[in-house]
């Protein structure tokens, strides 16, 4: 790439600048009829633009966009990409922004230097390799947007789908829902210690009826809470087992011997009242609710 | 010489761990509590670590050390007040420590000492 290729690309946006900016405007406007784009805004964004590209296109290299001259451009787009995902635009009425500059400035380009067919050619050539970059560029930074809202909700979700229930003095339960993996078992695990230290609680159930599969890895996943929430004193029950993950336990012969399994929360809080000595009764006939509930057994 | 000290509450013995451990204390300490459990005819340990705020490899095999030395005298032993983290990351090492008995805190690991004597006296199979 010449210098002249750069110089001719900077000449024709610098003086052509007010011409090929309504021309773009007009052709956005057609472009991005369904959304209700601020006018004024879109003006400004685009002189912006034309007047950063201008500069970095004078100074910097045509090929790398990735250098220190393209600085602002590199700015300008993110903060106008990052504005339109937010707004809902799908990746290509983004690059809108930058793709839809080519038609008045290549009929400029080719009006300018009409006489020679070679440099036209060339600084097209140029032009088209710098505004493809810049549409990527574009691109790129609409998707990293996207995904840093993803990454935001799947943290909202880890903090949400982890809370430890105290059932009853000294039993704590877990209702896990959704997948394990290696980020959500140490947050797992980490709150429902804390919870063992706050409540001093010494029987924690594990209810896995939210979990629709168990591999090998999982299953470790598992049996690492258990064996914390063991060193810290305080005894695990997994519930919740359905027959399809107890067949699957099996055939990839998982280890689960040395926890107590139950099939469903109720006998394992059955099992985990039974161990703090307390008992459920029914209420006799005639007689109030206050007789109900759990009453301390006479066996330990 | 730095000692550990270990206390003698009714039958059992409280242990309270509070400095990094080094081999020399190690070592102290097993001599130190081998002697007092048969010295007192003590039939349980406590450990209590809940002043220790970084447990490694050497510190889990010693406790499962002591915990074997003491079985073999007739004496359970528990591990007290481990902390959250701590326990993920003796989990993390793989040392769950099997064999040790674990508590909440010093009371229940005294309560878990007491009901299992009693299962002893009146000859209940115990929990392996």
């Given amino acids: 790439m010449t210098r002249t290729e750069q110089a001719d690309i900077a000449g024709v946006l610098g003086r052509y600048e007010a011409d090929i900016l309504a021309e773009w405007l007009r052709i956005q406007q057609s472009a991005l009829r369904t959304h209700r784009v601020d006018e004024t805004e879109l003006r400004g964004q685009a002189r912006e633009f034309l007047s950063l590209l201008r500069t970095a296109a004078g100074t910097g290299n045509v090929e790398d966009i990735s250098t220190r001259e393209w600085e602002d451009v590199r700015r300008l787009l993110e903060d106008i990409s990052r504005a339109r995902a937010r707004q809902g635009f799908t990746p290509s009425q983004t690059a809108m922004f930058v ?185 006799e006939k005639g007689r109030g609710p206050a007789g109900s509930g759990a009453a301390r057994g006479d066996q330990v | 010489m730095e000692r550990i000290p270990i206390l003698k509450m009714g039958d059992s013995l409280l242990v309270t761990i509070q400095v990094d451990m080094h081999d020399r204390l190690a070592m102290t300490l097993q001599e130190d509590l081998t002697t007092r459990i048969v010295q007192h005819r003590a039939r349980g340990v406590l450990i209590d670590i809940s002043s220790l705020e970084v447990v490694d490899s050497f510190m889990g095999r010693m406790l499962a050390n002591i915990a074997a030395m003491s079985r073999v005298l007739d004496a359970q032993t528990v591990v007290v007040g481990m902390r959250p983290a701590v326990a993920i990351t003796l989990v993390e090492l793989g040392l769950s420590l099997h064999g040790v008995r674990t508590a909440l ?15 002893d006296d009146t000859g209940a199979e115990r929990e392996a």
């Fill in chain 1, 99 to 283: 793709f839809s500059l080519k038609e008045p400035f290549f009929r400029h380009l080719r009006h300018e230097y009409r006489a020679d067919v070679e440099r036209v050619g060339a600084a097209t050539w140029a032009a088209t390799v710098m505004l493809d970059r810049l549409g990527l560029f574009t691109t790129e930074v609409h998707q990293n947007g996207r995904e840093e809202v993803i990454a935001r909700q799947q943290q909202e979700m880890l903090e949400l789908s982890t809370p430890v229930v105290a059932l009853w003095e000294g039993i704590l339960a877990l209702p896990l829902i959704g997948t394990l993996d290696s980020a959500r078992t140490q947050v797992v695990m980490e709150s429902l210690l804390q919870r063992i230290v706050d409540t001093g609680a010494s029987i924690a159930i594990i209810d896995i009826t939210g979990v629709p599969t168990v591999d090998t890895l999982v299953a470790q996943h598992l049996l690492k809470t258990v064996a914390a929430a063991r060193l810290m004193g305080a005894d695990c029950i997994i519930s919740g087992i359905r027959p399809q993950i107890a067949q699957t336990i099996v055939h990839l012969g998982v280890e689960l011997q040395d926890v107590l399994t139950k099939a469903t929360l109720a006998d394992a809080f059955a099992v985990a009242l039974r161990r703090s000595g307390l008992s459920v009764q029914k209420a």
């Fill in chain 2, 105 to 119: 805190n010093v009371e229940k690991g005294m309560q878990l000492i007491g009901h299992d004597r009693r299962e």
